[in-house]
T-cell receptor
Framework: DAKTTQPNSMESNEEEPVHLPCNHS???????IHWYRQLPSQGPEYVIHGLTSNVNNRMASLAIAEDRKSSTLILHRATLRDAAVYYCILRDVGGGSNYKLTFGKGTLLTVNP | EPEVTQTPSHQVTQMGQEVILRCVPISNHLYFYWYRQILGQKVEFLVSFYNNEISEKSEIFDDQFSVERPDGSNFTLKIRSTKLEDSAMYFCASSDTQGLNQPQHFGDGTRLSIL
């Protein structure tokens, strides 16, 4: 699986936007970029995914660099409930495992009141 | 919103004993997964299951582990002879298709403590 690199931790203030970066310089053309998060004492939760174009949903936005070597998860107005570990995961269409999610250490987001 | 439910939330078992962790996936989902997370470590894939057979398994999923879908609603993970190192959070997940656009929906886990 192609590797992703995320900062270990980030801090934000409540009601401010948060930009969570992810580097994936070895991404292949068939890799989708997925984001999950894990709130304290809960299972992982799907946030958003994309391939080439930027994506928006009710939880967040995903901005994908033109060369696809990096992406940014954007939380438009952080709330205390957004405090979690955020995982950037690549999923390969083209020949790697089609089943599993491979989690890294992710970014621990702290939201200050 | 439909959710994956897991029982029990906490299981304490003596080393060497068998344990069964239970999951009820989302009702129209076809693909089922188990992951585990040892305290302070990454979430690790164990196994995926589709059409009543294992689709993929990791190196962790050795002969001590088995999965079963005994009826139309439950999905279980059995550990035959537990070891101390099996202590972890075990998460069940399901998805409605294998397609890589489809998210996996996770339960809140069972904390397994081996004494």
């Amino acid at each position: 699986d192609a590797k992703t690199t995320q900062p270990n931790s980030m801090e934000s203030n409540e009601e401010e936007p948060v930009h969570l970066p992810c580097n994936h310089s070895t991404i292949s053309g068939t890799d989708y970029i997925h984001w999950y998060r894990q709130l304290p004492s809960q299972g992982p939760e799907y946030v958003i995914h994309g391939l080439t174009s930027n994506v928006n949903n009710r939880m967040a936005s995903l901005a994908i660099a033109e060369d696809r070597k990096s992406s940014t998860l954007i939380l438009h107005r952080a709330t205390l409930r957004d405090a979690a570990v955020y995982y950037c995961i690549l999923r390969d269409v083209g020949g790697g495992s089609n089943y599993k999610l491979t989690f890294g250490k992710g970014t621990l987001l702290t939201v200050n009141p | 919103e439909p959710e994956v439910t897991q029982t029990p939330s906490h299981q304490v078992t003596q080393m060497g004993q068998e344990v069964i962790l239970r999951c009820v996936p989302i009702s129209n989902h076809l693909y089922f997964y188990w992951y585990r997370q040892i305290l302070g470590q990454k979430v690790e894939f164990l196994v995926s299951f589709y059409n009543n057979e294992i689709s993929e398994k990791s190196e962790i999923f050795d002969d001590q582990f088995s999965v079963e879908r005994p009826d139309g609603s439950n999905f279980t993970l059995k550990i035959r002879s537990t070891k101390l190192e099996d202590s972890a959070m075990y998460f069940c997940a399901s998805s409605d298709t294998q397609g890589l656009n489809q998210p996996q929906h996770f339960g809140d886990g069972t904390r397994l403590s081996i004494l």
